[in-house]
């Protein structure tokens, strides 16, 4: 195979709209001194001071990008999340229970008016090698009750996350929703099952894959054909949708980790003898980057192209929200016909290579 790396990276300015106006606020009468800290800061290295007004109500305006931001206040050294703010996410730092969140400006991350919406089920599915069940969401999109088989997509979630930050951080549902009514992709159905760092992580593939996955086929109108599945997402313990794949060399055809972190036998596998597709993507700060260097490495010394999407930033859900439609399209176009066309009647532009 001649070699090609296909990468496109893409960077916080290619990323830059107009700055939004952003209030933060938060009443603690009693305090001596209050920060915000989160994304816009990188997190405790830069906290902000906010301003206490006569009410007892702590002020700081900031002009920020659109998309998702985390937060958290820091009040006389406790770190707290927005107590008026019902959107909130584990934050898989060490720095407490929770963060808060919130969206700005308009994206596929919203829901639009008058465009059709899939569903998320809740599932809790019977697993004897998990001593129980084995949780998780399934997404459904408009009109998967006709009785057609649908592809099936399985995405993991990361460290210390719980399984709803795929639908409640990542918004599945709405960039689905959102792509699908464009016609950027076709239907196609996501798994969102939920992980723990207490499992052990062989046996959560174990089951993941001998378990759930033929059980989702039997209750909901999903394939169990490989040729109609893929997995993608991140990892827990270096355990994420790649080493899955690895494991069960016939079971997936597509796999797309997003900031998946590879243990040493991953990295070394064999990429030239690969049983599917490998499809990376990538943050350019954090954990993850020098092992998918590695990979790349090994991609050019084999002669291979390995396709790759960078995204300049950490490894955030905000910056991941910029590469989920890049990856559910990568999805669709490995499941669907190449020449489909989107709503404004032009075949959609592949990523150029660099």
Not at 95 to 114: A, I, Q, T
Not at 149 to 160: E, N, V
Not at 207 to 220: D, E, G, I
Not at 325 to 345: I, K, M, N, Q
Request: charged residues 20%; proline residues 8%.
């Amino acid at each position: 195979m001649p070699f090609g790396l296909h990468s496109l990276i893409l960077t916080q300015a290619d990323m830059a709209g107009s700055l939004l106006p952003a209030e933060f606020s938060l009443y603690a009468p009693s305090a001596k001194e209050v920060f915000l800290f989160g994304d816009m800061t990188h997190w405790q290295e830069g906290k902000l001071p906010m301003t206490r007004g006569a009410d007892g109500v702590w002020h700081l305006r900031l002009q920020l990008r659109r998309g998702q931001w985390h937060y958290k206040f820091e009040v006389d050294t406790r770190r707290i999340p927005d107590p008026l703010n019902p959107m909130l996410a584990e934050d898989g730092m060490g720095m407490g229970e929770c963060h808060s969140f919130v969206f700005l400006g308009e994206g596929d991350w919203d829901d639009k008016p008058d465009v059709p919406r899939g569903r998320i089920v809740d599932v809790q599915i019977p697993c004897a090698r998990l001593s129980g069940a084995l949780p998780g969401q399934l997404y459904l999109p408009p009109g998967a009750d006709t009785g057609e088989r649908l592809p099936l997509l399985t995405l993991l979630h990361g460290h210390q996350m719980r399984a709803n930050q795929w639908a409640a951080n990542g918004r599945i549902r709405q960039f689905m929703d959102n792509l699908l009514a464009r016609g950027q992709l076709q239907p196609f159905a996501v798994f969102l099952p939920w992980g723990h760092a207490g499992h052990d992580m062989q046996r959560y593939g174990d089951a993941l894959v001998q378990t759930a996955l033929p059980w989702l086929s039997r209750q909901f109108p999903v394939s169990n054909e490989a040729s109609q599945r893929a997995i993608g997402g991140m990892s827990i313990n270096e355990y994420g949708p790649l080493a899955v794949a690895l494991a069960h060399p016939r079971t997936f055809s597509l796999v797309v980790p997003m900031n998946e972190t590879f243990r040493e036998s991953v990295i070394a596998t064999q990429l030239d003898a690969l049983p599917f597709r490998l499809h990376l993507f990538c943050t350019t700060e954090g954990c993850a980057p020098p092992q998918y260097r590695q990979l790349m490495e090994r991609s050019r010394a084999l002669g291979l192209s390995l396709p790759f999407m960078r995204l300049d930033g950490v490894p955030t859900w905000r910056n991941w929200n910029e590469m989920t439609p890049e990856l559910l399209t990568t999805v669709s176009d490995h499941f669907g016909p190449a020449s489909r066309r989107g709503a404004s009647g032009t075949a959609r532009q592949a990523a150029p290579a660099a």
